[in-house]
């Protein structure tokens, strides 16, 4: 039964080599974090413009990941548009008046939501509403704006 | 004019008949799928014939097709100073279409042609015959491991090609061109989703495998038992699967990413 | 004579439009070796396929001990072929298994709860009534056609079948390899007390070990009867078949229009 046997170690060399190449891609290639999501508890913010925002973009204090947005909509009142975060259980003291803005990694990197820690007592509860939002910055009003003071300094 | 409509029919009506066979075919399959499980012993055999042997080319082709990449990516994102994307571009594009397709389209032509031809020879010396004297349903014996070991071993080697290609495509730009290993990884590591990229490609190689291992024994099945009629069922084989793994890849596409 | 083993009553078959049997009958008694010969292309092996069940006739029936196998499930047809063994033309083993792997291959898949020592016993008893129990290592690609075809007739009777078919077995066989296979089929059928049936048209050696010979032609058995009532038979087509003459009842030429060669 020697051929049997030959058969045997093959296929088992075959599972462990795509063993490892799954566990490999999963830990070490995509964002895979166990069967189970972080547990986390959601809060939004309204901003006029997410410029290149995506879903499951980070949520970031001082560059520490501390959550991901959830989805992004069009708040049906205010015509802006709603960003609902997951924000990591672990986080469960941020200030009530901590602001969001909306960044870039790099010149033309992806975008993330930068949160700036207030000063209140009061903390974040799940369904809360973060009030204060910077939009992302873009580039055309940017240039835009650049143009006008540039014109506007030449002639004085 | 009258023969080129004649034709258009005759080969449309040979299309309709080609599907209904093949349904049959599938049918017949379907119920011995639970007990073909159980036949760990052949299951082995076919895995090893379909998978096993077909590792050095998949380990050989991923390693290139990440150097490319690595590579072509690495020139092209240069223009935009963002060669620290690389990584992301290389695994992105490995998992989601690359590694599944690649590696289905070699499985077609190295175990795809092997099963047709193989299970088109025993036809045509009368080995199907023998077993059904033998009171052995062929196909609960021969066609049911192959088609099951098909499905088991096929994914197992995209996922292979995809962390081979990313290991090939690490070679080339962090060692060979100077990207920073860090942001290599890190950018990779932020903008591939466990969910949405690496279950969807894993879908699509079992998608794939499925149809490979129909079409190649269905063509060894139902091939003219002899040796012309059975190679001409082997190229059949590799065109079929091949086209079909392509047109399917593009209908899983537009259902999983967009 | 007692009562036969196998009945086939007005079997008709086609394939497309061309019919290969009409209205043929014959029976096979137990014990015997019976043999059905005629020349190429008559549809012999399709006869063979017809009387196990493998292809089902347009019109007539196939009786075994009595009972019609068309009317069996395919279960019961499996459990009733377990009573069969056949040997193909080519030996049909599978290629990926060993000698003695081939030959244990029904006892494994039927009777997988016999002891593994039992087996072994079994399949060496059946190597050595063929002459083959040294080879049981080898694989089919390395045997020769007539080796092969001994093997083949060791698988067939591994589950001591009560009927036992032969299709062809002395095509392309060296006069020593058809010396050897006439005398195991004649010594299987008379030692396991087995009944054969036998297709060929190999006409001497068939006739050396045939008890009951019949002759097809054009889908019909035109002649039957012992070897002996064969020989002495006044029909000019089993004569010429039997003394494999060129030009007869069957013509040399292929039907054509008379030749001519004109000059106009």
Known sequence: MSKQLKFEIGVGLLVLIALISTVFIALKVSN???????????????????????????VKVSGVLIGRVDRIELDPVSYR?????????????????????????????????????????????????????????????????????????GRE | ???????????????????????????????????????????????YMAGVLSLPIIVTAGLF?????????????????????????????LIRELGPVVAALLFAGRAGSALTAEVGLMRSTEQFSALEMMA????????????????IALPMLAMIFIALGIFGGYVVTVGWLGVDSGAFWSQMNQNVDWHADVINGFIKAVVFAVLIALVALYQGCYAIPTSEGVSRATTRTVVHASLGVLGLDFILTSIMFT | MSTPIIEVINLSFSRGTRKIFHQLSFRVYPGKITAIMGPSGTGKTTLLKLMVGQLKPDHGQVLFYGQDIQTLSRSQLYRLRQKMGMLFQSGALLTDLSVYE????????????????????????????????????LMPAELSGGMSRRVALARAIILDP??????????????????????LIKSLNDQLHLTSVLVSHDVDEVLSIADHACVLSEGRIIAEGSPAELKASDSEYVQQFLQGRADGPVPFHYPVEPWSVSND
């Open chain 2, 136 to 151: 052995v349903d062929p196909m609960r014996y021969v066609v049911m491991p192959r088609v099951l070991a098909c499905i």
């Open chain 3, 162 to 183: 009560e009927v036992i078919f032969y299709d062809e077995p002395f095509v392309g066989q060296d006069p020593i390899t058809m010396g050897v296979l006439i005398k």
């Open chain 2, 1 to 47: 004019m009258i023969k080129a409509i004649a034709s258009l029919g005759r080969s449309s009506l040979m299309l309709l008949a080609g599907i209904g066979q093949m349904a049959l075919f599938i049918w017949q399959l379907l119920p011995l799928v639970p007990g073909g499980i159980w036949r760990i012993r052949l299951l082995i055999k076919q895995v």
């Open chain 3, 102 to 137: 081939n030959v244990a291959f029904p006892l494994h898949e039927h009777f997988s709860n016999l002891a593994p020592g039992l087996i072994e016993k079994l399949v060496e008893m059946k190597l050595e009534a063929v002459g083959l129990r040294g080879a049981k290592q």
């Open chain 1, 81 to 153: 548009a709603r960003v609902v975060m997951d924000i990591y259980s672990e986080f469960d003291d941020i200030p009530m008046d901590s602001s969001v803005s909306i960044l870039t990694s790099g010149l033309l990197g992806s975008q993330y939501i930068g949160l700036e820690v207030g000063g209140d007592d009061m903390v974040l509860q799940a369904g809360d509403r973060i009030h204060f939002t910077q939009s992302a910055l873009v580039l055309e009003n940017l240039i835009g704006r650049l143009m006008v003071s540039l014109t506007e300094g």
């Open chain 2, 65 to 93: 097709v990440g150097m490319v990449l690595g590579l072509q990516g690495h020139h092209i994102l240069k223009t935009f100073n963002s060669e620290e994307a690389v990584g992301t571009m290389t695994a992105l594009s």
């Open chain 1, 32 to 58: 895979f974090s166990g069967f189970q999501e972080r547990s986390s508890y959601q809060v939004d913010a309204l901003f006029s413009n997410i410029g290149g925002l995506t879903a499951r973009a980070p």
